[in-house]
C-alpha cells in the first residue's frame, strides 16, 4: 500500500486516555518524522487496558478522529495502526521443525516462513487467539543459537521462539470500537512492543534490556536480549492504583488525590514527614499528612516493582541485564522513581525518550503511539512480518455466519 503523502496515523487505545497521533515521513528514503497532529482525550468504556464498553470506547476515539482531523488538514487521515493491551495476554514457548526444501539444501526465505508457521501451530484454549510468533533462535541441523539463517546448508531447521495470545472476546470488543468510530485500520500492535519501539536503541536490545512502560491501570513488560523479544507481559495494576491508595489513605476525592500525587509525589521516596496543604479554590485549601500519603504510594509502587522483578525471574534475569530497566508511559513521571527502581531493582534504570520526533519526545506518556507510528513507518512487508493483523483478521472471518 502506498500512504498518501507519507501519512501515518495511529491511536493508543490506552485505559485512561486514547491517544491520537498523525504524521508524515520527510520522503521515502529519510526514517525521521514529524507530528502534523497529536491529540489527547479520556478514555471511557475500558477497564485495565481492555475494552469492557464498545460503544463508549468507541466515542472517546471517534473524538480523538475528529479532533485529528480538524488540526491535520489538508491531509487526510490514512487507515490507523492500532494498539492491543491488557494481562489478558500471555507468552507461551513456540517451537517448530521443518525440512529445509531446497535441492542444494541451502536455508530460503520459504523455509523460515514455513517454520515459524509451523511453530504457531500451538494449543491455546479455546476462548484465546493467537496474535504473534517471535523467533528468538533457529537451529540448523543441531546448530543453535542461529539468526541470520538464509544460505546455510542443512537438512533440518528449527525454530524457538515466544507465542503472544490474547483472550478472543477482547480482541474483538477492540476491533468493533475502533471501526465503530469510522475509522479502518492498517495493523495492530501490541502495546509494549509498539513502546519499546519508541523507547528502546538497537544496541540496548542486543545487550539485554527490559521496556517497563507504567501506564494508569497497567505495566507493560518487553525483555529483549540479542535484538529478540524473550519475554513480554502485561501487569494489571499501574500509576492510577497509586492515586487511588492515596485518595484512600487521605480520604479525599480521586481529583484531589492525583493533584496531591503530582505535586508531592517525590514524597514517597523521600520518608518526608510534616503537614502539607494543596489549594483547591480560592476558598477551599486541602491540609493532609504526608505520611499517610507515603506510606500508601510506596506501598503500591513497591508492589509493581516486584511484580516487575518476578516477571524478570521467570526468565532468570533479575539482576542479570547490562542495559538494564528502561522506565516509559505516564506513571514514569512520578519524581524520585528511578533512583527508587535502581536501589530496589538492582539494575541500571533511565527513563526511555523518543528521539525520532520533535516536539514529544520528552513526553513519556506519547511512547505507545509514537511506537505505532514508527513501526507503522517502516517498509510494509517488514510491518507484516511482526504484525498481528492477520491472526485477528482471521479470527474475525471466524464469527462471520
Given at each position: ?152 546448508k542443512g537438512i533440518k531447521l528449527e525454530v524457538k521462539g515466544l507465542a503472544v495470545s490474547a483472550f478472543s472476546l477482547y480482541i474483538k470488543k477492540l476491533m468493533d470500537a475502533v471501526t465503530s468510530a469510522d475509522l ?148 514514569s513521571n512520578l519524581v524520585g522513581l528511578v533512583d527508587f527502581c535502581k536501589n530496589q531493582l538492582e539494575l541500571p534504570v533511565r527513563k526511555g525518550v523518543c528521539k525520532e520526533f520533535v516536539g514529544l519526545e520528552n ?39
Open positions: 500500500m502506498v500512504r498518501r503523502k507519507n501519512i501515518i496515523t495511529a491511536f493508543d487505545v490506552g485505559s485512561s486516555s486514547i491517544k491520537g497521533l498523525v504524521a508524515q515521513k520527510s520522503s521515502e528514503q529519510d526514517d525521521k518524522l514529524g507530528v502534523l497532529a497529536h491529540f489527547s482525550f479520556p478514555s471511557q468504556g475500558l477497564r485495565r487496558g481492555v475494552v469492557v464498553n464498545v460503544d463508549a470506547c468507541s466515542e472517546s476515539i471517534e473524538k480523538v478522529g475528529l479532533k485529528l482531523k480538524t488540526v491535520a488538514k489538508p491531509y487526510k487521515l490514512t487507515d490507523a495502526f492500532v494498539n492491543i493491551n491488557g494481562s489478558h495476554m500471555g507468552g507461551k514457548e513456540a517451537y517448530g521443525a521443518v525440512a529445509i526444501s531446497r535441492a542444494d539444501q541451502k536455508v530460503s526465505q520459504e523455509d523460515i516462513e514455513r517454520v515459524i508457521e509451523e511453530a504457531k501451530n500451538i494449543n491455546l484454549p479455546i476462548n484465546q487467539e493467537l496474535l504473534d510468533m517471535f523467533p528468538r533462535e533457529f537451529i540448523v541441523d543441531g546448530e543453535a543459537g542461529l539468526t541470520d539463517i538464509e544460505g546455510i479502518s485500520i492498517e495493523e495492530v500492535f501490541i502495546s509494549p512492543i509498539a513502546a519499546a519501539r519508541a523507547v528502546l536503541s538497537p544496541r540496548q536490545k542486543e545487550l539485554g534490556v527490559a521496556m517497563v512502560d507504567i501506564g494508569a491501570e497497567t505495566t507493560g513488560i518487553a525483555v529483549f536480549e540479542e535484538k529478540r523479544l524473550i519475554h513480554l507481559a502485561v501487569l494489571p495494576v499501574g500509576s492510577a492504583n497509586i492515586t487511588r491508595d492515596i485518595a484512600i489513605a487521605l480520604q479525599t476525592d480521586i481529583d484531589i488525590a492525583e493533584e496531591i500525587k503530582k505535586k508531592f509525589g517525590s514524597f514517597i521516596f523521600k520518608n518526608k514527614r510534616k503537614k502539607e496543604k494543596i489549594k483547591l479554590s480560592e476558598e477551599e485549601v486541602f491540609e493532609f499528612d504526608s505520611q499517610r500519603m507515603v506510606k500508601a504510594g510506596k506501598a503500591r509502587v513497591l508492589e509493581i516493582l516486584r511484580l516487575v522483578e518476578k516477571e524478570l525471574k521467570k526468565i532468570n534475569k533479575q539482576k542479570t541485564l547490562p542495559a538494564g530497566i528502561v522506565l516509559t508511559g505516564g506513571g513526553d513519556p506518556s506519547f511512547s505507545v503511539v509514537l511506537g505505532l507510528a514508527l513501526l507503522g513507518s517502516t517498509d510494509i512487508e517488514a510491518v507484516k512480518t511482526n504484525s498481528i493483523f492477520a491472526s485477528i483478521l482471521n479470527f474475525l472471518k471466524k464469527l462471520t455466519p
